[in-house]
Each structure stands twice: as C-alpha cells, then as structure tokens.
C-alpha cells in the first residue's frame, strides 16, 4: 500500500511524543511522521522531507499551536546551536520522555512485555552540568573563534558566546583560549578544504575534584609556543587529568578490579589514577575487549561481576559471545543508547541464560536527546 503523503507536502499534525532520538511523533490516519522540532502537545504545519513504506520524516516550519510544555529557552544561542535541542520543552517532559523511550526499546526490540524499569533518575542540575565539551575552531573576522556545531551541520560553526550547559569555568578557559589563538594569529582548520592548524578544544573537568584536563587537537605540525599556553592556561590552578572511574569506583567493594581499555594512553592515566588514590586492588591492560575477556579469565579465574560500559553501537556480535561464555553470575550493563541495550538484552537472555532484573534510565545530559541506563542481568 502507497504511503499517504508525498514529499514536499506540507500537513497540520498534532505531536503525540518523542521518539529516541529527539524528533517528535505524529500519526495521520494510522501512519507514522516522524518531525523535526515537533514537541508533545504541539499543532504544527510540517513539510514532508523523506517518505518510507511504513513511515515519514518530516519539518516543522510552523508551530501553529505551542502544546502546554513548551517554555522559553535560556540561551541566545539556541536553536541555531546544536549542542542541545530541548531547551523549550520543560524538563519534566524531557525526562519523562525519556522513561518512555527505554520503555519502548525494551518492549518493541528487546521482546520483553513487562520490563523491570524503575522510573528515571533526573538530573539534578538541569543546566551547568556537562564535565565534557569539544568545542571547533572556526574563521571570523576578528580572527579564531571557538564554538560548536550549527544543528544539523557538519561542516559550519557558530562562535559560543556562553553556553548554559558547560560551566562558568568552561566557558572562561574557551574565552582564554581563543583570545591566545588570536593573539598568536594561527588558522583555524577548514574541514572542508583540508587547510589550517587550529582544530579542537576538549575540555574535561572533574568538579568533585576541582580540576580540569585541557587538550588541543591541530593539524600536523608545530606551530606555536606550548609555554607560552601554558602560561596562559595557569590562570586557571584547576587545570590538571585521570581515568579508569568505573573500574575504581568499584575496588572498595572487591577483592580484585580488572579493566580492559583499547587505548593504551587510557591504561596508562587509569594506572596513574589507582596510584594517586591509593588504591591497589585494580590492575588495567590495553586490549580490544572482545578478543580480551578468554585471556583475561585465563588470568583473573571466573569473574563475579562483570560490568560492561559500550558506545553507542553495543556490544558486537563477537563481544556479546565471549561475555556470555565467561559465564558470570552477574552482569552490569552500562547503557547510552536504549536501543542497542535493548538489543544486546534480547541476545543475552535467549542465547546464554540470563534474566533482566532492573534497569534505571538516568538523565545524564538534560535538553539533549540523550538518555543512559543501567541494566542488571543475572545468570540463572
């Protein structure tokens, strides 16, 4: 059966919710119309920019009804930014939201009729929050600028004054860094042509510990005088680095912690990490995980617990397998896609005998569409 709508045609739609992934739903006469910058509870004329058999995508060009959840957005920047996409919908939506959204996964694509979800841990702070940000260099005419991607847009930059996300301390370490930048007259890189120097600020800060890990990524070669940053970065006496967090966290509790990481850097600031907090029951080794769990059983003897924390693609095929063969009593999924958690769920209790007790989604990145969980599996 042909859809009902074609492209380019514009609709009045009613939003119903949020699909993962940030785009609101509507249905006309059964069929589905996924649309951008639709918000529950909104009247919109959308036009439709992609037609599938079984559903559309879609743009709202015009919020002809604003639904009882929308609210005023903060930031000068939003929506132009695409840091976050949220802004104007209240938060108590946006976490509830996503509950739904975990829910859905794990019914529709992890067959499982009633999961055992818990209701969602929201942030506690809705703005301010975020302990990473990668800003981009890019060209202005006063000289390099640092900001983020426009929505939408891999290939332009909008210059960030302040952003409501990061924290104050943030935001001034870009401000200084880009006023080096341009006192020093180096080029921000241009992704499209493969020319320039300049091309990333990561900024990392650990606020319990009341510091900050600054890395800047050029092109090849050396430009600049690194003492001359240096210098001006010692404004700052939070700027400082670690890793291995989970891992650590958990040594308390344990007789022996091992963590597997694919980046040898990564090891090597964990090891450092366990040092400096005197801790001495974790060991690291670098290693594809996968290829790494036999040799580490091998090693360690048949683990307790293993907690396991994938990108956003899951756990592969082949890591599913070899996690399943370890055959541990328990395993602690560390989630930041509910789709592909719901996946791995699935796989997991059909083909090596382990039972979801609990998940809890938790709203780590409130105004985003971003949504983590954290799943308990036994083994029976």
């Known amino acids: 059966m042909a859809a009902p709508v074609s492209r380019d045609q514009e609709l009045e ?14 249905r006309l006469n059964g069929f589905v119309v996924f649309v951008k910058r639709g918000l529950p509870g909104d009247r919109v004329r959308a036009r439709v920019t992609k037609v599938k058999r079984n559903h559309a995508e879609a743009l709202a060009v015009e919020v002809l009804q604003p639904g009882p959840q929308r609210v005023d957005a903060p930031c000068a920047h939003y929506p132009a930014c695409g840091g976050c996409r949220f802004q104007d919908l209240a938060y108590e939506a946006q976490a509830a939201a996503k509950h739904d959204q975990v829910l859905d996964a794990l019914r529709r694509i992890g067959g499982i009729a009633e999961p055992p979800l818990e209701p969602i841990e929201p942030a506690v702070d809705q703005f301010h929050y975020r302990n990473k940000m990668e800003y981009s260099f890019t060209a202005t005419p006063a000289g390099p600028a640092l900001g983020l991607h426009k929505a939408g847009r891999w290939d332009e930059v909008l210059e960030i004054e302040r952003c409501w996300i990061s924290s104050d301390l943030m935001n001034a370490v870009r401000d200084a860094v880009r006023d080096w930048a341009r006192a020093e007259k180096l080029e921000p890189y241009d992704q499209a042509e493969h020319t320039g120097y300049l091309r990333h600020l990561v900024l990392r800060e650990g606020r319990n510990a009341g510091q900050m890990l600054v890395q800047l990524v050029t092109a090849p070669g050396d430009r600049f005088d690194r003492d001359e940053l240096v210098e001006v970065l010692r404004r700052f006496p939070e700027v400082r680095s670690g890793i291995g967090s989970i891992g650590l966290t958990m040594a308390s509790r344990a007789l022996t912690v091992w963590g597997v990481e694919v980046s040898e850097e990564s090891v090597a600031c964990a090891l450092e990490n366990a040092q400096l907090n005197g801790i001495a029951n974790a060991a690291f080794f670098a290693g594809e995980v996968g290829a790494s769990l036999e040799e580490l059983r091998d090693r360690a003897g048949a683990p307790d617990v293993v907690v396991v924390d994938p990108p956003r693609a899951g756990l592969s095929g082949k890591a599913l397998r070899r996690l399943g063969r370890l055959e541990a009593a328990r395993i602690v999924y560390v989630s930041c896609n509910p789709t592909t958690l719901a996946g791995n769920v699935k796989e997991l209790q059909r083909d090596w005998g ?14 985003t569409p971003h949504v983590e969980a954290v799943a308990l599996l036994t083994r029976a």
């Open 13 to 26: 739609l009613s939003i119903d919710s949020l699909a993962y992934g940030g785009n609101g739903v509507a």
């Open 354 to 367: 382990y039972r979801l007790e609990r998940v809890r989604p938790i709203d780590l990145f409130p105004h």
